[in-house]
């Protein structure tokens, strides 16, 4: 029911957000890891609670339906799971509970209410990006520099969450399609240097230098010689010009890539094969096999996606960090259904 593989996802969420705000992680950065996974696995429990009885007809091997689980035992668990994952964001500051509040709704709304209409993708998506900005609220106080990473993941998920409407009965290609378009226009824009308030560049992060004008090269001075009056009253004398021509300037030297540029690149791609590949194939053939299969893809390539935002602000370690996650949730996915 609490769905282990995907739990791989959530602690990404804020080390992305701490990594946004240009700060190392902290234990305010273990407390909203912390109250993302039990807000997490609380909206697990309260969705198998709510689709009980489609899951009947559809699922019937999952938990609820299958009598492993009672239903009030999933209710409680998830209202359980909600309370220890706010007071958590409590101990982590007054702004990280300001954001966890709000993502506590979203997921029980979700659950609840949304889940099947066309708010549902949306909310899944508001509560993947607020589950980012818990991080930076716990890590800085504010959330305002991890504004952009918390757009790009919730977009992310926005397209997984419209996939996954069909994952049990398939047959429109159109979902995984838009998914695999909103997949390459985010490495796209992960793989970009960053900028803007909030980022690398105006953070003095390793990686980035501050912009000078460029200094002329004495290889290139020229000399004038001003004409003088001749001392003699009769003779004009011609204006000269003299050209000092010294050594030719040096080729410059190639610009050496930023610190990290190399690892974002390849988070980046890693994130556009895990994510993309199974949307293509869903495209090709809009199976429900291959549209589950799309949407598990869909899920495991937030690991590479947060690594590649955190690298792409300049925290190296922490985006290695995150990555180290993704090969877990891929052993793990193998023995345990990601959706």
Same mark, same amino acid.
């Given at each position: 029911?609490?769905?282990?593989?995907?739990?791989?996802?959530?602690?990404?969420?804020?080390?992305?957000?701490?990594?946004?705000?240009?700060?190392?992680?902290?234990?305010?950065?273990?407390?909203?890891?912390?109250?993302?996974?039990?807000?997490?696995?609380?909206?697990?429990?309260?969705?198998?609670?709510?689709?009980?009885?489609?899951?009947?007809?559809?699922?019937?091997?999952?938990?609820?339906?299958?009598?492993?689980?009672? %239903?009030? @035992? +999933? #209710? =409680? /668990?998830?209202?359980? !799971? &909600?309370?220890?994952?706010?007071?958590?964001? *409590?101990?982590? $500051?007054?702004?990280?509970?300001?954001?966890?509040?709000?993502?506590?709704?979203?997921?029980?709304?979700?659950?609840?209410?949304?889940?099947?209409?066309?708010?549902?993708?949306?909310?899944?998506?508001?509560?993947?990006?607020?589950?980012?900005?818990?991080?930076?609220?716990?890590?800085?106080?504010?959330?305002?520099?991890?504004?952009?990473?918390?757009?790009?993941?919730?977009?992310?998920?926005?397209?997984?969450?419209?996939?996954?409407?069909?994952?049990?009965?398939?047959?429109?290609?159109?979902? %995984?399609? @838009? +998914? #695999? =378009? /909103?997949?390459?226009? !985010? &490495?796209?824009?992960?793989?970009?240097?960053? *900028?803007?308030? $909030?980022?690398?560049?105006?953070?003095?992060?390793?990686?980035?230098?501050?912009?000078?004008?460029?200094?002329?090269?004495?290889?290139?001075?020229?000399?004038?010689?001003?004409?003088?009056?001749?001392?003699?009253?009769?003779?004009?004398?011609?204006?000269?010009?003299?050209?000092?021509?010294?050594?030719?300037?040096?080729?410059?030297?190639?610009?050496?890539?930023?610190?990290?540029?190399?690892?974002?690149?390849?988070?980046?791609?890693?994130?556009?094969?895990?994510?993309?590949?199974?949307?293509?194939?869903?495209?090709?053939?809009?199976?429900?096999?291959?549209?589950?299969?799309?949407?598990?893809?869909?899920?495991?390539?937030?690991?590479?996606?947060?690594?590649?935002?955190?690298a792409r602000s300049g925290a190296n370690l922490t985006a290695l960090a995150i990555a180290a996650l993704g090969p877990l949730a891929a052993r793990f996915a193998k023995k345990v259904s990601v959706t």
């Amino acid at each position: 029911m609490l769905r282990l593989p995907a739990l791989f996802t959530v602690p990404g969420d804020a080390l992305t957000g701490a990594a946004a705000m240009g700060a190392r992680p902290n234990s305010r950065t273990l407390l909203a890891i912390g109250s993302s996974l039990c807000l997490y696995e609380a909206g697990m429990a309260l969705n198998d609670w709510a689709d009980r009885e489609e899951d009947a007809a559809e699922r019937p091997h999952r938990p609820i339906p299958s009598g492993r689980i009672r %239903p009030g @035992a +999933a #209710l =409680a /668990a998830a209202g359980a !799971l &909600t309370a220890v994952g706010l007071a958590l964001a *409590a101990r982590a $500051g007054r702004p990280a509970l300001a954001v966890a509040a709000p993502l506590a709704a979203t997921v029980w709304a979700y659950d609840l209410g949304l889940k099947h209409t066309p708010a549902g993708p949306v909310a899944m998506a508001g509560a993947r990006t607020l589950d980012l900005l818990l991080g930076a609220a716990a890590t800085k106080g504010r959330t305002r520099e991890a504004l952009p990473s918390a757009a790009l993941l919730g977009a992310h998920t926005l397209a997984v969450t419209t996939v996954s409407r069909d994952e049990t009965q398939g047959g429109r290609p159109l979902a %995984p399609l @838009a +998914a #695999l =378009a /909103a997949t390459a226009l !985010l &490495t796209h824009l992960t793989t970009r240097p960053p *900028a803007g308030p $909030g980022e690398a560049a105006t953070r003095g992060l390793p990686g980035t230098t501050p912009h000078t004008a460029p200094t002329p090269s004495p290889s290139t001075a020229v000399t004038t010689s001003v004409p003088r009056p001749s001392s003699t009253p009769h003779t004009t004398a011609s204006p000269r010009l003299r050209l000092t021509a010294l050594s030719p300037p040096s080729s410059p030297h190639p610009t050496p890539l930023p610190p990290g540029t190399t690892l974002r690149t390849a988070l980046a791609l890693l994130y556009a094969s895990t994510a993309g590949r199974p949307y293509l194939h869903a495209t090709l053939n809009p199976s429900p096999p291959l549209t589950q299969r799309a949407v598990g893809g869909g899920i495991r390539a937030m690991i590479p996606l947060q690594a590649a935002l955190s690298a792409r602000s300049g925290a190296n370690l922490t985006a290695l960090a995150i990555a180290a996650l993704g090969p877990l949730a891929a052993r793990f996915a193998k023995k345990v259904s990601v959706t």
